[in-house]
């Protein structure tokens, strides 16, 4: 099993920055995948952004530019930095990992709000 903590959430106004970061647990089993997605208040759910264990890196449209992803291989720890944020980006952002057996472990989530 793996435990994800994330924390950095908050209040900003728009076209503020926010940088969010996860860590997991220490683990022996391999982490393929580290990222992040978000539940808007009017529930729609998507992938904001997934970072591998070669480094490689996708974003959403909606995010593309604005956001990015980074992960330290060390200590399993994500990191989504958000820039020019805007009201739409308001959500719960949950980190995941994928691991080596390619189950899925999510966080309890942090909450954006983007209000002016």
């Known amino acids: 099993q793996v435990q994800l903590v994330e924390s950095g959430g908050g209040l900003v106004q728009p076209g503020g920055s926010l940088r969010l970061s996860c860590a997991a647990s220490?683990?022996?089993?391999?982490?393929?995948?580290l990222g992040w997605y978000r539940q808007t208040p009017g529930n729609r759910r998507e992938r904001v952004a997934v970072i591998t264990d070669r480094l490689s890196r996708d974003y959403a449209d909606s995010v593309q530019g604005r956001f990015t992803i980074s992960r330290v291989i060390a200590n399993n720890t994500v990191y989504l930095q958000m820039n020019n944020l805007k009201p739409e980006d308001t959500a719960l952002y949950y980190c995941y990992c994928l691991i080596e057996n390619m189950t899925i472990f999510w966080g309890q989530g942090t909450q954006v709000t983007i209000s002016s």
């Open positions: 220490r683990t022996t089993t391999r982490i393929r995948t």
